[in-house]
């Protein structure tokens, strides 16, 4: 389920975009597009604060990747192809479609789920990392720099993902 919401709120700015650029013609769909892009967004958020309340584990990093990296990839996938999206048609529309189900296939089979460009303006990274004790690999949201070594308290907001909630240097 915390796949599905870091999808839906990784495509958000794309639905934004989508929807500014189909207002004039397709009022009712456009509409929609943003409606979806800001529930995503606000999911995703309050699941990160919902989860506050629970208990928070320690773990210490060994490894650390910082999934902002992969940005740019995220660019050229989502955005450029619909920046210039113009739907001429019924074809046009079933190709353009077509191309989102296969970028939204390509995107949950990838990391790119982790690149999350909402968190990112607001201050906040995902990192793939791997703990001490056992755990296989992991992801943090964190508004710190994490490294290796670190020591960090962190809540579930789940599956293997965690919201750090502070760093014990």
Do not use: K
């Amino acid at each position: 389920m915390i796949r599905f919401r870091l999808l839906c709120s990784s495509l958000s700015p794309l639905l934004v975009i989508l929807g500014v650029r189909l207002w004039s013609a397709h009022t009712v769909v456009a509409a929609t597009l943003l409606l979806a892009a800001v529930a995503s967004v606000g999911s995703l958020l309050l699941l990160m604060q919902a989860r506050e309340r629970l208990s928070a584990q320690r773990f210490t990093l060994t490894t650390v990747h910082d999934e902002s990296g992969q940005v740019p990839a995220y660019l050229v996938t989502y955005l450029l192809p619909f920046v210039t999206l113009n739907i001429a048609g019924r074809d046009d529309l079933l190709g353009y479609l077509l191309l989102a189900a296969v970028l939204i296939i390509l995107v949950v089979r990838t990391n790119l789920v982790y690149v999350q460009p909402v968190l990112l303006t607001i201050g906040w990274h995902l990192y793939r990392a791997e703990v001490e004790n056992g755990f296989s690999e992991m992801v943090f949201i964190s508004n710190r720099d994490l490294r290796v070594g670190h020591r960090v308290v962190a809540v579930g907001v789940g599956g293997p993902v965690s919201r750090v909630v502070s760093i014990e240097d």
